[in-house]
């Protein structure tokens, strides 16, 4: 009984910190901690961005990889596999592109663009890599989400995420939201390996690459 539950609660938490997922939660936090950064007077005053954000993001990658997963392209829709990573690399990463692109034009909090393009960075090298040895996206994606708010928080100075309730304002820190997401990576990190989808050095090779990609894109947005 504890085992099936061990494995019900290490596959709900795979599936909801997918790493396709992040730019998605990412973005709602920093909407909630600062909406003037994106040019807005409160966090869901421009509902068409979210939906831009989920479609690019989210929607199409998954489309992608079912399309390929039925034409028999990839094993599963899993990726069980290192070589059925290749195709998926390269589709999301061109999505990725184009939300890039995109921001830039549509004027972003500098923070939000750090993590896009750091996720990007880290794309092509999970790409590179797995051309010699299969890493964790899991391990990759959270890491990069848990380094992108520790920048926020100590070199970008947000203080708090903020939301309205009932005619009243609540208040949560980012440094708990910091904290609640380390817990949560290693919750995530413990997932994978529990389900038998990644060893131990392909987690932390994930958690790596994560780390990597956001330092060099913090590096990178001040040169472009």
């Not at 899991?138 to 989400?145: C, F, R, T, V």
Request: glycine share 6%.
């Amino acid at each position: 009984m504890i085992a099936k539950v061990s494995e019900i609660v290490a596959k709900a938490m795979s599936v909801v910190f997918h790493p396709i997922f992040l730019p998605l939660y990412i973005l709602v936090i920093y909407l909630m901690a600062n909406p003037y950064q994106f040019g807005y007077s409160s966090p869901f005053e421009d509902v068409v961005f979210l939906v831009q954000t989920l479609f690019i993001c989210v929607m199409m990658p998954l489309i992608a990889v079912f399309m390929m997963a039925r034409l028999n392209l990839v094993s599963s829709i899993h990726l069980t596999q290192r070589m059925d990573r290749i195709g998926p690399y390269i589709v999301t990463a061109i999505f990725y592109i184009w939300y890039y692109l995109n921001i830039q034009n549509y004027g972003v909090a500098l923070i939000f663009e750090i993590f896009i393009l750091g996720s990007l960075i880290t794309l092509f090298l999970c790409f590179f890599i797995n051309n010699f040895f299969k890493v964790s996206m899991h391990s990759a994606g959270i890491a990069s989400l848990i380094v992108n708010l520790a920048i926020a928080n100590l070199a970008f100075e947000y203080g708090s995420i903020t939301w309205h309730q009932g005619g009243h304002f609540y208040y949560l820190p980012l440094a708990f939201v910091l904290v609640a997401t380390l817990i949560i990576g290693f919750l995530v990190v413990i997932s994978r390996f529990y389900l038998k989808s990644h060893s131990w050095l392909e987690l932390f090779g994930g958690l790596l690459l994560g780390v990597a990609g956001q330092i060099f894109a913090l590096k990178l947005v001040y040169i472009i």
